[in-house]
Protein backbone atom coordinates (compact mmCIF):
# COMPACT_ATOMS: atom_id res chain seq x y z
CA UNK A 1 0.00 0.00 0.00
CA UNK A 2 1.37 3.29 -1.02
CA UNK A 3 2.58 6.02 1.88
CA UNK A 4 0.30 8.86 2.65
CA UNK A 5 2.56 12.02 2.62
CA UNK A 6 1.54 15.60 3.71
CA UNK A 7 4.24 18.25 2.47
CA UNK A 8 4.54 21.64 4.82
CA UNK A 9 5.67 24.27 2.50
CA UNK A 10 5.00 24.38 -1.57
CA UNK A 11 7.88 27.05 -2.25
CA UNK A 12 11.28 25.69 -4.37
CA UNK A 13 12.41 22.17 -3.20
CA UNK A 14 8.71 21.43 -1.53
CA UNK A 15 7.37 22.00 -5.63
CA UNK A 16 10.58 19.62 -6.38
CA UNK A 17 10.00 16.99 -3.65
CA UNK A 18 6.36 16.47 -4.60
CA UNK A 19 7.30 16.34 -8.54
CA UNK A 20 9.60 13.73 -7.50
CA UNK A 21 7.44 12.21 -4.97
CA UNK A 22 4.90 11.58 -7.40
CA UNK A 23 6.87 10.54 -10.42
CA UNK A 24 9.84 8.91 -9.57
CA UNK A 25 9.85 7.74 -6.44
CA UNK A 26 7.92 4.31 -5.68
CA UNK A 27 5.68 3.43 -3.04
CA UNK A 28 3.87 6.48 -1.73
CA UNK A 29 1.68 9.24 -3.07
CA UNK A 30 1.10 12.73 -1.87
CA UNK A 31 -2.20 13.23 -0.46
CA UNK A 32 -2.28 16.61 1.55
CA UNK A 33 0.09 19.70 1.10
CA UNK A 34 0.38 23.18 3.25
CA UNK A 35 1.74 26.20 1.84
CA UNK A 36 0.96 30.00 3.73
CA UNK A 37 0.63 31.21 0.38
CA UNK A 38 -2.75 29.88 -0.52
CA UNK A 39 -3.44 30.88 -4.10
CA UNK A 40 0.45 28.90 -4.60
CA UNK A 41 -1.15 26.05 -2.14
CA UNK A 42 -4.15 25.49 -3.86
CA UNK A 43 -2.58 25.50 -7.43
CA UNK A 44 -0.04 22.62 -6.70
CA UNK A 45 -2.38 20.71 -4.55
CA UNK A 46 -5.29 20.42 -7.93
CA UNK A 47 -2.12 19.94 -10.07
CA UNK A 48 -1.27 16.70 -8.06
CA UNK A 49 -4.92 15.64 -6.72
CA UNK A 50 -3.65 16.48 -3.48
CA UNK A 51 -6.16 18.33 -0.72
CA UNK A 52 -5.00 21.70 0.63
CA UNK A 53 -4.43 22.68 4.18
CA UNK A 54 -3.82 26.59 5.40
CA UNK A 55 -2.47 24.92 8.52
CA UNK A 56 0.68 23.19 8.42
CA UNK A 57 -0.24 21.96 11.92
CA UNK A 58 -4.04 20.64 10.59
CA UNK A 59 -2.54 18.69 8.03
CA UNK A 60 -0.06 16.77 10.21
CA UNK A 61 -2.37 15.87 12.46
CA UNK A 62 -4.85 14.65 9.80
CA UNK A 63 -5.97 11.36 9.27
CA UNK A 64 -5.42 11.04 6.03
CA UNK A 65 -1.22 11.44 6.13
CA UNK A 66 0.84 8.55 7.59
CA UNK A 67 3.94 10.87 7.12
CA UNK A 68 5.04 14.18 6.96
CA UNK A 69 7.81 16.51 4.76
CA UNK A 70 8.45 19.63 5.91
CA UNK A 71 9.74 22.25 3.49
CA UNK A 72 8.70 25.07 4.87
CA UNK A 73 11.67 28.10 5.25
CA UNK A 74 13.93 27.24 7.93
CA UNK A 75 12.77 29.47 11.10
CA UNK A 76 9.23 27.03 10.57
CA UNK A 77 11.10 23.58 10.78
CA UNK A 78 11.48 23.13 14.77
CA UNK A 79 7.78 23.86 15.17
CA UNK A 80 6.59 21.62 12.21
CA UNK A 81 8.80 18.49 13.44
CA UNK A 82 7.79 18.74 17.18
CA UNK A 83 3.97 18.49 15.87
CA UNK A 84 4.56 14.99 14.04
CA UNK A 85 6.73 14.08 17.18
CA UNK A 86 3.37 14.89 19.27
CA UNK A 87 1.03 13.21 16.18
CA UNK A 88 3.79 10.09 16.52
CA UNK A 89 4.38 10.13 12.55
CA UNK A 90 7.57 9.99 10.39
CA UNK A 91 8.67 13.15 9.54
CA UNK A 92 11.52 14.32 6.95
CA UNK A 93 12.67 17.78 7.97
CA UNK A 94 14.60 19.77 5.11
CA UNK A 95 18.12 20.96 6.66
CA UNK A 96 18.60 22.97 9.02
CA UNK A 97 16.10 20.86 11.68
CA UNK A 98 16.30 23.68 13.42
CA UNK A 99 17.68 27.56 13.88
CA UNK A 100 18.23 27.38 16.99
CA UNK A 101 20.58 24.69 19.59
CA UNK A 102 17.40 24.70 22.18
CA UNK A 103 14.91 23.85 19.30
CA UNK A 104 16.86 21.24 18.16
CA UNK A 105 17.28 19.76 21.27
CA UNK A 106 14.18 20.07 22.20
CA UNK A 107 13.21 17.80 19.34
CA UNK A 108 16.32 15.02 20.36
CA UNK A 109 14.74 14.95 23.84
CA UNK A 110 11.01 14.58 22.48
CA UNK A 111 11.99 12.09 20.16
CA UNK A 112 13.89 9.90 22.68
CA UNK A 113 11.07 10.08 25.16
CA UNK A 114 8.76 8.93 22.55
CA UNK A 115 11.18 5.76 22.50
CA UNK A 116 11.88 5.31 18.42
CA UNK A 117 13.62 7.38 15.73
CA UNK A 118 10.82 9.38 13.85
CA UNK A 119 12.74 12.17 12.35
CA UNK A 120 15.11 12.31 9.25
CA UNK A 121 17.16 15.28 7.99
CA UNK A 122 17.57 16.17 4.72
CA UNK A 123 21.24 16.05 4.28
CA UNK A 124 21.11 14.95 0.97
CA UNK A 125 24.74 14.84 0.15
CA UNK A 126 24.96 11.51 2.16
CA UNK A 127 23.10 10.01 -0.56
CA UNK A 128 25.09 11.55 -3.18
CA UNK A 129 27.40 9.04 -5.67
CA UNK A 130 30.09 11.07 -5.48
CA UNK A 131 30.35 11.71 -1.78
CA UNK A 132 30.00 7.60 -1.26
CA UNK A 133 32.63 7.44 -3.55
CA UNK A 134 35.11 9.57 -1.66
CA UNK A 135 34.21 7.92 1.89
CA UNK A 136 34.64 4.77 0.55
CA UNK A 137 38.31 5.74 -0.54
CA UNK A 138 38.97 6.96 2.61
CA UNK A 139 37.12 3.53 4.48
CA UNK A 140 39.43 1.30 2.11
CA UNK A 141 42.24 2.93 3.04
CA UNK A 142 43.67 4.89 -0.01
CA UNK A 143 44.63 7.69 0.91
CA UNK A 144 45.93 6.30 4.34
CA UNK A 145 45.00 8.58 7.39
CA UNK A 146 42.60 11.69 6.45
CA UNK A 147 44.74 15.30 7.26
CA UNK A 148 42.86 17.82 5.55
CA UNK A 149 39.92 19.08 3.45
CA UNK A 150 39.91 21.66 1.44
CA UNK A 151 36.11 21.97 0.05
CA UNK A 152 34.13 25.15 -0.88
CA UNK A 153 30.53 25.15 -1.51
CA UNK A 154 29.65 28.33 -3.60
CA UNK A 155 26.02 29.45 -5.16
CA UNK A 156 25.42 30.93 -8.29
CA UNK A 157 23.23 34.16 -6.76
CA UNK A 158 21.37 34.35 -3.59
CA UNK A 159 17.90 35.58 -2.64
CA UNK A 160 17.15 39.04 -0.75
CA UNK A 161 16.88 37.45 2.11
CA UNK A 162 19.89 35.80 3.15
CA UNK A 163 22.30 37.03 5.53
CA UNK A 164 26.01 36.26 6.55
CA UNK A 165 24.36 34.48 9.49
CA UNK A 166 22.58 32.02 7.40
CA UNK A 167 25.29 32.07 4.61
CA UNK A 168 26.78 29.02 7.56
CA UNK A 169 22.97 28.42 8.97
CA UNK A 170 21.69 27.06 5.59
CA UNK A 171 24.29 26.94 3.06
CA UNK A 172 27.41 25.64 5.26
CA UNK A 173 25.26 23.23 7.28
CA UNK A 174 24.95 21.05 4.48
CA UNK A 175 29.39 21.13 4.76
CA UNK A 176 29.50 20.65 8.65
CA UNK A 177 27.38 17.71 8.10
CA UNK A 178 29.34 16.00 5.42
CA UNK A 179 32.69 16.27 6.43
CA UNK A 180 31.23 14.65 10.27
CA UNK A 181 29.56 11.63 7.92
CA UNK A 182 32.61 11.62 5.51
CA UNK A 183 35.82 11.37 7.86
CA UNK A 184 33.53 9.56 11.15
CA UNK A 185 35.18 12.18 13.65
CA UNK A 186 33.49 15.14 15.84
CA UNK A 187 34.43 18.65 15.91
CA UNK A 188 37.32 20.25 18.43
CA UNK A 189 37.20 23.52 17.48
CA UNK A 190 35.86 26.11 14.69
CA UNK A 191 36.88 30.11 12.96
CA UNK A 192 35.50 32.24 10.26
CA UNK A 193 38.25 33.50 8.41
CA UNK A 194 36.53 36.82 6.14
CA UNK A 195 38.37 37.34 2.86
CA UNK A 196 37.99 40.40 0.76
CA UNK A 197 34.00 41.29 0.55
CA UNK A 198 32.30 40.65 -2.59
CA UNK A 199 31.07 44.05 -4.24
CA UNK A 200 27.90 41.83 -5.44
CA UNK A 201 26.40 40.65 -2.17
CA UNK A 202 28.06 44.07 -0.32
CA UNK A 203 24.62 45.80 -1.49
CA UNK A 204 22.93 43.84 0.86
CA UNK A 205 25.31 44.12 3.87
CA UNK A 206 26.00 40.19 3.39
CA UNK A 207 29.67 39.31 4.28
CA UNK A 208 30.38 37.08 1.80
CA UNK A 209 32.40 34.71 1.31
CA UNK A 210 33.36 33.38 4.39
CA UNK A 211 35.67 30.52 5.15
CA UNK A 212 35.21 27.97 7.74
CA UNK A 213 37.77 26.50 9.40
CA UNK A 214 37.32 23.11 11.53
CA UNK A 215 39.35 20.91 13.31
CA UNK A 216 38.20 17.52 14.74
CA UNK A 217 38.73 15.68 17.30
CA UNK A 218 41.67 13.93 15.66
CA UNK A 219 42.97 16.57 14.46
CA UNK A 220 41.73 17.06 10.70
CA UNK A 221 41.96 20.54 9.38
CA UNK A 222 39.38 21.48 7.19
CA UNK A 223 38.35 24.62 5.42
CA UNK A 224 35.62 25.23 3.37
CA UNK A 225 34.76 28.18 1.35
CA UNK A 226 31.10 29.49 1.15
CA UNK A 227 30.16 32.03 -1.45
CA UNK A 228 26.89 33.02 -2.40
CA UNK A 229 27.63 34.76 -5.66
CA UNK A 230 30.11 33.24 -7.87
CA UNK A 231 28.49 34.76 -10.72
CA UNK A 232 29.04 31.38 -12.75
CA UNK A 233 27.30 28.33 -11.13
CA UNK A 234 26.45 25.97 -8.25
CA UNK A 235 29.82 24.64 -7.93
CA UNK A 236 30.30 22.12 -4.76
CA UNK A 237 34.41 21.12 -4.37
CA UNK A 238 35.57 18.78 -1.93
CA UNK A 239 39.03 17.04 -1.61
CA UNK A 240 40.56 14.81 1.23
CA UNK A 241 44.28 14.97 1.65
CA UNK A 242 45.83 11.79 3.38
CA UNK A 243 49.58 11.16 4.25
CA UNK A 244 49.14 8.56 1.47
CA UNK A 245 47.37 10.38 -1.43
CA UNK A 246 44.12 12.38 -2.12
CA UNK A 247 40.66 11.68 -3.29
CA UNK A 248 38.43 14.54 -5.11
CA UNK A 249 34.58 14.63 -5.19
CA UNK A 250 33.89 14.35 -9.40
CA UNK A 251 32.15 16.89 -10.94
CA UNK A 252 28.29 15.82 -12.71
CA UNK A 253 29.53 14.08 -16.03
CA UNK A 254 29.19 17.03 -18.61
CA UNK A 255 29.82 16.63 -22.50
CA UNK A 256 33.05 18.84 -23.68
CA UNK A 257 32.17 20.71 -26.26
CA UNK A 258 34.65 22.37 -28.92
CA UNK A 259 33.50 24.51 -31.09
CA UNK A 260 34.51 28.30 -32.89
CA UNK A 261 38.53 27.28 -31.32
CA UNK A 262 36.87 26.82 -27.70
CA UNK A 263 36.17 23.94 -25.44
CA UNK A 264 33.33 24.25 -22.84
CA UNK A 265 31.84 21.86 -20.26
CA UNK A 266 28.54 23.48 -18.22
CA UNK A 267 28.20 24.32 -15.06
CA UNK A 268 25.08 23.01 -12.56
CA UNK A 269 22.93 26.86 -11.56
CA UNK A 270 21.27 25.50 -8.70
CA UNK A 271 20.94 22.00 -6.11
CA UNK A 272 18.30 21.10 -8.56
CA UNK A 273 20.99 19.37 -11.52
CA UNK A 274 23.58 19.64 -9.42
CA UNK A 275 22.25 16.71 -7.01
CA UNK A 276 19.33 15.00 -8.91
CA UNK A 277 20.32 11.48 -7.86
CA UNK A 278 21.61 12.09 -4.29
CA UNK A 279 17.27 13.34 -4.02
CA UNK A 280 15.81 10.28 -5.24
CA UNK A 281 18.24 7.79 -3.48
CA UNK A 282 17.47 10.05 -0.44
CA UNK A 283 13.70 9.85 -0.49
CA UNK A 284 13.35 6.28 -2.69
CA UNK A 285 15.37 5.13 1.13
CA UNK A 286 12.90 7.54 3.70
CA UNK A 287 9.85 6.34 2.08
CA UNK A 288 11.20 2.87 2.21
CA UNK A 289 12.45 2.73 5.48
CA UNK A 290 9.52 4.45 6.98
CA UNK A 291 7.38 1.62 5.12
CA UNK A 292 9.94 -0.97 6.88
CA UNK A 293 9.24 1.00 10.30
CA UNK A 294 12.61 1.45 10.80
CA UNK A 295 14.35 4.76 9.49
CA UNK A 296 18.14 4.44 8.75
CA UNK A 297 18.91 8.32 7.56
CA UNK A 298 20.10 11.42 8.61
CA UNK A 299 19.19 11.14 12.50
CA UNK A 300 17.96 14.44 14.70
CA UNK A 301 20.98 14.04 16.63
CA UNK A 302 22.83 14.86 13.22
CA UNK A 303 21.21 18.16 13.06
CA UNK A 304 21.73 18.79 16.62
CA UNK A 305 25.21 18.62 16.08
CA UNK A 306 25.30 20.63 12.57
CA UNK A 307 23.25 23.55 14.60
CA UNK A 308 25.80 23.35 17.47
CA UNK A 309 28.63 23.78 14.78
CA UNK A 310 26.80 26.03 12.98
CA UNK A 311 25.78 28.56 15.53
CA UNK A 312 29.60 28.67 17.36
CA UNK A 313 31.21 28.93 13.64
CA UNK A 314 28.75 32.47 13.51
CA UNK A 315 29.76 33.45 17.09
CA UNK A 316 33.53 32.97 16.01
CA UNK A 317 32.71 34.99 12.86
CA UNK A 318 31.10 37.86 15.06
CA UNK A 319 34.14 37.44 17.67
CA UNK A 320 36.46 37.09 15.35
CA UNK A 321 38.08 34.29 17.46
CA UNK A 322 38.90 30.47 17.44
CA UNK A 323 36.04 28.76 19.57
CA UNK A 324 36.05 25.35 21.79
CA UNK A 325 32.60 23.68 19.88
CA UNK A 326 31.31 21.69 22.73
CA UNK A 327 29.12 18.95 21.72
CA UNK A 328 27.04 16.44 24.12
CA UNK A 329 27.85 12.93 24.04
CA UNK A 330 25.69 10.92 21.56
CA UNK A 331 23.32 9.14 23.40
CA UNK A 332 22.70 4.97 22.55
CA UNK A 333 19.61 6.06 21.32
CA UNK A 334 21.11 7.58 18.16
CA UNK A 335 24.09 5.00 18.00
P1 LIG B 1 11.36 28.85 -0.63
O1 LIG B 1 11.25 28.67 -2.10
O2 LIG B 1 11.49 30.21 -0.05
O3 LIG B 1 10.11 28.13 0.04
C1 LIG B 1 9.77 28.14 1.40
C2 LIG B 1 8.29 27.84 1.43
O4 LIG B 1 7.83 27.62 2.73
C3 LIG B 1 7.52 29.03 0.86
O5 LIG B 1 6.59 28.55 -0.06
C4 LIG B 1 6.87 29.63 2.10
O6 LIG B 1 5.66 30.28 1.85
C5 LIG B 1 6.64 28.39 2.89
N1 LIG B 1 6.41 28.64 4.31
C6 LIG B 1 7.10 29.45 5.12
N2 LIG B 1 6.58 29.39 6.36
C7 LIG B 1 5.56 28.50 6.33
C8 LIG B 1 4.63 28.03 7.28
N3 LIG B 1 4.69 28.47 8.54
N4 LIG B 1 3.69 27.12 6.90
C9 LIG B 1 3.65 26.70 5.63
N5 LIG B 1 4.49 27.15 4.67
C10 LIG B 1 5.44 28.04 5.01
O7 LIG B 1 12.56 28.01 -0.07
P2 LIG B 1 13.08 26.59 -0.55
O8 LIG B 1 14.30 26.76 -1.37
O9 LIG B 1 11.97 25.76 -1.07
O10 LIG B 1 13.59 26.02 0.85
C11 LIG B 1 12.69 25.43 1.77
C12 LIG B 1 13.52 24.67 2.80
O11 LIG B 1 14.26 23.65 2.15
C13 LIG B 1 14.54 25.54 3.53
O12 LIG B 1 14.56 25.18 4.88
C14 LIG B 1 15.86 25.21 2.87
O13 LIG B 1 16.95 25.29 3.76
C15 LIG B 1 15.65 23.77 2.43
N6 LIG B 1 16.40 23.44 1.20
C16 LIG B 1 17.18 22.34 1.18
C17 LIG B 1 17.90 22.02 0.06
C18 LIG B 1 18.79 20.81 0.03
O14 LIG B 1 19.66 20.72 -0.82
N7 LIG B 1 18.58 19.84 0.88
C19 LIG B 1 17.81 22.82 -1.10
C20 LIG B 1 16.96 23.92 -1.06
C21 LIG B 1 16.26 24.23 0.10
P3 LIG B 1 5.60 31.85 1.40
O15 LIG B 1 6.18 31.88 0.04
O16 LIG B 1 4.17 32.18 1.45
O17 LIG B 1 6.42 32.60 2.42
Known amino acids: M ?69 TAWDPAHAEFVLASLEAKKYVFCEKPLAVEIADCKEIVEKEMAGGKRLVQVGFMRRYDPGYNQVKKAIK ?42 LLEDEYESGQVVLPRQSRISATQGLQDPQIMMLRTKQGICIDVEISQSSGYGYDIQCEVVGDEGTVRLPDPPEAIVKNSCTKTTAIMPGWQ ?17 VKADHIT ?39
Not at 15 to 43: F, P, W, Y
Not at 165 to 174: F, L, P, T, Y
Request: charged letters at 30%; a negative charge.
Open 140 to 181: EGKIGLPEMVHACHRNLEHNDDMTSDMSIKNSGIHEIDIMRW
Open 273 to 289: TRFPEAYDIELQSWVDT
Open 2 to 70: DLKIGVVGCGAIGRDHIRRLMTKITGCKVVAVSELNEAVGKQVAEQWGAKYYKDGKELINSPEVDAVVV
Open 297 to 335: GPSSWDGYMACITATTLGECRVEGTIKKIETPEMPDFYK
